[in-house]
Nanobody, 119 residues
Framework: QVQLVESGGGLVEAGGSLRLSCAAS????????MGWYRQAPGKQRELVAT???????NYVDSVKGRFTISRDNARNTVYLQMNSLKVEDTAVYYC?????????????WGQGTQVTVSS
């Protein structure tokens, strides 16, 4: 399995921005689809965004136009740029790398990073 380490979470005010990073170990990381999930308190974990090895992206409707997923294969790193943050974006955000199975990713999880948006 690939090892994933997230960073960049924190406390921000509504309307602000935050950039999450996920560094992946392993020489095969650039072949994987990578993505971000999030889990808010008392809610199910949901897939937020994915990016394939070829650069194709997909987003959950609630973040379209506000979040951007990108990757730097030379650094084995995936990013999630989050703009116009809302209180409802508050969650633990998890990086994941693997293969697409339907619209989900089958593979390895990062440890998660907390994002808290205050009003």
């Amino acid at each position: 399995q690939v090892q994933l380490v997230e960073s960049g979470g924190g406390l921000v005010e509504a309307g602000g921005s935050l950039r999450l990073s996920c560094a992946a170990s392993g020489s095969s990381a650039s072949r994987f689809t990578m993505g971000w999930y999030r889990q808010a308190p008392g809610k199910q974990r949901e897939l937020v965004a994915t990016i394939t090895s070829g650069g194709t992206t997909n987003y959950v409707d609630s973040v379209k136009g506000r979040f951007t997923i990108s990757r730097d294969n030379a650094r084995n790193t995936v990013y999630l740029q989050m703009n116009s943050l809302k209180v409802e974006d508050t969650a633990v955000y998890y990086c994941k790398a693997g293969v697409l199975v339907g619209r989900a990713i089958a593979g390895s999880w990062g440890q998660g990073t907390q994002v808290t948006v205050s009003s």
